[in-house]
């Protein structure tokens, strides 16, 4: 996969906050109808969402939209005090889909069922709204409750033609558990968290879907931004979730191939491409095999997209 590096959430009833994100040079943005969007304004916000996504469809240039929805099934607040609207999701699809979102983030996904469950409400939306058929991606947001997290295996159940994303989260998976906190005594991530960090990875690899390291919370902490972002495409994530428009800059740089990484790349594609047939080749004192080769290639692909993004 060859998707964005950066994807910035933005409140979906912030003009403002939109207007710079837009100019932020994210890759993609998430505007945002759950969390950040109290219930009494979810009505406003999707209207307004959705004049957003019909002028920006319009214009045919700039950063991804995608639609962060509310949960399809409502269901019990992370506080047990109050229910959530269980056709608060069909209401988001059903004001924004007209505006053509580039895709749609499920949060609260419980398993592969419930992404295949959305793909059919956005079959009927396309149809019903003349968009072309699948066009519509699904970013899975995976690890938000116990549940999610002990399901993370059926993602690999077969093609998931839709699914362009997911990602993985430790606060809404700490209130579920009624976690003190996510934290362990030093200031990192408890280990049970690093252990849903590394299954969502493996879950999104398996469905052929991009891994997306989640967000960092501290958007004035670039140093640590950036290491956090650095170590996420060391281990395999194409991306990271953004808070701030500041965020941004050091994500997309980190999500890029240098200029060394992207020569030795090519020396290892042109050494297999020079011994046509050979399962093995050497290099600077180096067996390779293929899995070198596939590695370099999709480093060169994850290049070449990059450099398309950055000129757009």
């Known amino acids: 996969m060859t998707g964005a590096r950066s994807y910035l959430f933005v409140p979906a009833d912030a003009p403002r906050k939109l207007a710079r994100a837009l100019e932020s040079g994210a890759d993609a943005l998430i505007l945002d109808l759950e969390d950040s969007v109290t219930a009494e304004r979810k009505p406003a916000a999707r209207a307004m969402l959705r004049e957003v996504l019909t002028e920006h469809r319009s214009r045919g240039t700039g950063p991804e939209l995608w639609v962060r929805i509310n949960p399809l099934d409502g269901g019990a607040a992370l506080d047990g005090r109050a229910a959530l609207d269980g ?115 493996l879950a999104a690899v398996a469905a052929g879907a991009d891994p997306v390291d989640t967000l960092h919370a501290d958007y004035r902490d670039e140093a640590g931004l950036t290491a956090a972002a650095r170590a996420a495409a060391h281990a395999g994530f194409r991306a990271k979730i953004a808070i701030h428009p500041d965020q941004v800059g050091p994500i997309n740089a980190a999500f890029t191939p240098d200029a060394a990484a992207i020569a030795a790349a090519r020396r290892i594609v042109d050494a297999f491409a020079a011994a046509p047939g050979a399962g093995t080749v050497g290099l600077d004192g180096r067996m390779l095999d293929r899995p070198h080769l596939v590695q370099a290639e999709a480093l060169l692909a994850r290049a070449g997209s990059a450099n398309q993004k950055s000129g757009d």
Do not use: Q
């Not at 149809?127 to 002990?150: D, K, M, Q, Y």
């Not at 295996?153 to 993985?168: E, I, K, Q, V």
């Open 87 to 201: 056709e608060a999701g069909l209401r988001d699809l059903a004001a924004v889909m007209p505006g053509a979102p580039r895709g749609i983030m499920l949060p609260k996904a419980r398993d592969r069922a419930e992404v295949v469950r959305l793909g059919h409400h956005l079959d009927a939306f396309e149809a019903a709204f003349g968009l072309e058929t699948g066009s519509t991606r699904i970013f899975s947001v995976a690890t938000e409750t116990p549940a999610a997290v002990l399901s993370l295996g059926s993602y690999a159940g077969g093609p998931l033609p839709r699914l362009r994303a997911m990602t993985w989260g430790a606060e809404d998976l700490s209130a579920a558990l009624g976690a003190v906190s996510n934290r362990d005594a030093a200031g990192g991530l408890d280990p049970l968290y690093l252990t849903v960090r590394h299954l969502c990875l």
